[in-house]
């Protein structure tokens, strides 16, 4: 295989899907089930850029659970502590995207290296990526919490291409996170954002992802799309 190229994919947002847990949420807040699930997951992205911000490393699950907390006082919302344990474990086993496995399937016949990079933990990675049947796409999964930070720090970028034995210039960052996307470009990677929604508003800092895609099925043919027209 040709790894020349290495992708590193996020997992949270563009490889899983976050709001999977919206039917689970239905039963304890109705309708504002999809309003809570995106403060949650709002909530606990804040967490972990101020923790890392503060070097006040937690985990990105206690993130998680804190955001959790969080958002059950904001709407107060009568969830008891299994019921919150239920929705956390429930966090480690979310489904991937439709696009995902046609993506995967194509960048990996287009000869690129495949890693899975995350603020979550390893552990946790390892389990998101086997319970969605993905996991074996992937030549390794990188967590941050290897180095005790998060995202966007551009330390976290410099460890997975260590981790990956890549190099800025060949290695792309693949997340439907704008601040992901400028987290790795700011660092001197490549880096394409999936924008699923229409509605998406990327981060208007000055930083342009060097690619957009619409989902992940089209991303190899884009990359090589861009080579061709951008040879390293």
Not at 139 to 161: A, C, G, Q, R, T
Not at 182 to 198: H, N
Request: hydrophobic fraction near 45%; charge should be negative.
């Amino acid at each position: 295989m040709n790894q020349a190229l290495t992708l590193a994919f996020d997992v949270y947002g563009t490889l899983i899907d976050t709001h999977g847990v919206i039917i689970a949420l239905e039963k304890h807040v109705g309708n504002t089930a999809a309003e809570f699930s995106q403060m949650w997951r709002d909530k606990q992205l804040e967490y972990s850029f101020r923790r890392g911000l503060m070097k006040n490393y937690e985990t990105f699950a206690v993130c998680t659970s804190n955001a959790l907390d969080f958002t059950c006082d904001y709407f107060k919302a009568p969830f008891t502590q299994q019921d919150k344990n239920d929705l956390l474990e429930m966090y480690r086993v979310l489904p991937a995207f439709e696009d995902v496995k046609a993506g995967l399937v194509r960048s990996q016949e287009a000869d690129f290296g495949l890693f899975a990079f995350s603020n979550g933990s390893a552990d946790a990675i390892e389990m998101l990526l086997t319970n969605a049947h993905i996991r074996d796409f992937f030549l390794d999964v990188v967590s941050v919490d290897e180095i005790k930070s998060f995202k966007p720090n551009p330390d976290v970028y410099n460890h997975f291409m260590k981790r990956a034995a890549s190099v800025s210039t060949n290695t792309w960052m693949i997340s439907s996170n704008p601040f992901d996307v400028i987290g790795a470009v700011s660092s001197g990677l490549r880096a394409a954002w999936v924008k699923r929604s229409p509605d998406a508003i990327f981060d208007p800092w000055g930083i342009e992802p060097t690619l957009t895609v619409n989902g992940l099925s089209e991303l190899a043919v884009n990359i090589n799309k861009y080579l061709n027209e951008n040879p390293i």
